[in-house]
């Protein structure tokens, strides 16, 4: 197992009131693409993004505290989105403060222009690095490829929204399947899915082979290769809704 790329993106984890990056040839080309695509909503905004706890506090307003911070902030955006992500962890991007009149000074607002849960919930014992690996997950998935290598699935967890399609590759130089069915599992429980989805199976898929899935029903799916279970080669696919998951203004 390769874990060369997981110290790539610490500089990333929380950045309240970044400093404008100016374009060095050098250092961290990356990031700041993204940002500058979105830059135009509010002049002088930069966008920001934080991970902290979602909570409702007994008048319906959404709070977010801020993972190993003390600041609050006064969420705004759909409120159909923060019920349905109520007491987890999530990370947000947006912009600080508000067109609307803040009703106390020292909780800001924060405009929400996307959010994604990353923990279902707010424990305490949640590591700074664990959360960069959900944040991680949940962001560096665009498309639906899966590598098959010797004896792993690459990316091993992918994040979808409900609808799209999931594209596994035969990299390696061994015969490898994609097995979405309990029953012909090695061991039944390695594979599980979310009710009301159907089961799949590839098939014998040789090196150069590929095969690809749809899904649309929301739910996690666990899914094997059986020629390779027991050596660990297994996969997760996280469908999600996009119009309670997602929101963008
Ligand atoms: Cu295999």
Known sequence: MPGGNNTVQAGNMEMPGMMHMQGHDSAMPAPANKRSAEGSKAPGAAEVSFNGCLTLTAEGRAMLNVFQSRKVYRLE????????????????????????????????????????????????????????????????????????????????????????????????????????????????????????????GSGYLQPGQSFSRVFDVPGTYQYVCTLHENLGMKGVIIVKAPQILRAEK
């Open 77 to 200: 955006a759909q409120p159909l989105l923060f019920s349905q992500n109520a007491n987890r962890m999530v990370h947000v991007t947006g912009y600080l403060g508000s067109v609307l009149a803040v009703e106390d000074p020292r909780v800001p607002s924060f405009v929400v222009s996307r959010l994604d849960p990353i923990v279902p919930n707010c424990s305490g014992k949640i590591t700074s690095a664990q959360i960069q690996q959900a944040v991680m997950k949940q962001t560096a998935v665009t498309q639906g490829v899966v590598n098959m290598g010797d004896l792993s699935f690459t990316p091993q967890t992918i994040i979808l929204n409900a609808g799209q399609r999931v594209v596994w590759r035969n990299t390696s130089s061994v015969t490898h399947n994609v097995i979405g069915d309990p029953s012909q599992a090695v061991n039944r429980v390695d594979v599980k899915l979310p009710s009301g989805s159907r089961p799949f």
